[in-house]
């Protein structure tokens, strides 16, 4: 575990959400992927014979990855989509497609779906919509990658005067981190602070205002007994802005659940302080980013995981793996 946490992808792909003007208050909804006849098929093309065959024209915007956490088989790709002037943009129809290298065959289109972060106002913290802060994220539900290395991803996007075409921001590269425990594995076994540990002084354990209520049961007590959604992040200190959302949409979700699950949110640095090391917790998990979610099943198997930001609709399809409908 490196002596630092890449916040939220700071290094990487959200950063740009840092410079964003501020989010207007209203709840938004999710959108459907456009359909995938919209975009060239790959038809077992190059990434070179593909951009030129389409005759897309360069694209102005921006794509920017929103994880760097990839195994082989089926994984969650989430992004963001962004002007050059670092605004952004919420309302694009985009495919992405994948190859592993310059000469190998294109997987692809693959439209992403736009997924609303916001949730109903009683779960909102009080910063929710502050500048910079995000409200959606774009997903490709299931991106198969069936080798381990560095893949080349671009992008295609309906424009207005047409398809356009460009390449995402960093390459996604497939299992750079073995040692994030991965769906079916026995969930690492950590003590989370409990509201009673701290004496009611939600402040240590929580940087988010109001704190929330997922810190009523310590992990180690109740894994193997109940399901489990155990989400790392830290609203007050992530980067990308992100953070907040995702604690936002797990504690509209837990209430939802009442007693069928237990969820837990952990924070990331020691003591809060971003100078000091990750908490003992965050390193258990060997996790270079953040926020993470991680759904465990009654018997202390990890049934899925999802890195970055999420939305209700995204969280509530998830709990299917741990509790049943």
Not at 114 to 143: C, F, H, I, M, Q
């Amino acid at each position: 575990m490196p002596s630092h946490l890449h916040r939220s992808l700071t290094a990487l792909a959200f950063a740009a959400l840092l410079l964003l003007p501020g989010c207007g208050g209203s709840e938004e909804t999710s959108r459907a992927a456009p359909p995938a006849t919209e975009f060239p098929a790959a038809k077992g093309k190059t990434i070179s014979e593909l951009l030129h065959d389409s005759g897309a024209k360069p694209s102005k915007l921006v794509i920017a990855p929103a994880a760097q956490t990839f195994d082989r088989g089926p994984n969650r790709y989430p992004f963001g989509v962004f002007t050059v002037g670092q605004e952004q943009v919420d309302d694009a129809d985009v495919a992405l497609y994948f190859a592993k290298d310059a000469k190998g065959p294109v997987q692809g289109p693959l439209p992403a779906q736009v997924t609303s972060l916001e949730t109903k106002p009683a779960y909102r913290a009080r910063d929710a919509g502050a500048p910079g802060e995000a409200t959606t994220v774009y997903v490709v539900p299931k991106v198969n990658f069936d080798r381990n290395g560095p893949w080349l991803a671009i992008a295609m996007l309906k424009g207005e005067h047409g398809l356009e075409a460009t390449r995402v921001t960093a390459t996604p590269v497939v299992g750079a981190f073995p040692r994030i425990p991965q769906v079916g594995d026995k969930a690492p076994v950590i003590h989370t602070p409990t509201a009673a540990d701290v004496g009611g002084d939600m402040a240590k354990i929580d940087t988010r205002i109001p704190p929330d209520q997922m810190h009523k049961v310590d992990f180690a007590d109740v894994v193997g007994k109940k399901p489990i959604v155990l989400v790392f992040a830290t609203p007050a200190l992530c980067q990308s802005r992100v953070c907040g959302p995702v604690v936002d949409v797990a504690q509209q979700v837990a209430d939802a659940y009442g007693d069928k699950a237990d969820f837990i949110h952990m924070e990331i640095w020691t003591d809060n302080d971003p100078s000091k090391p990750p908490r003992p917790q965050v390193q258990a998990y060997n996790l270079e980013t953040e926020p993470w979610a991680f759904l465990i099943d009654r018997n202390g198997i990890i049934r899925d995981r999802i890195e970055g930001a999420f939305g209700v609709s995204e969280l509530e399809e998830a709990m299917r793996t741990i509790v049943p409908g």
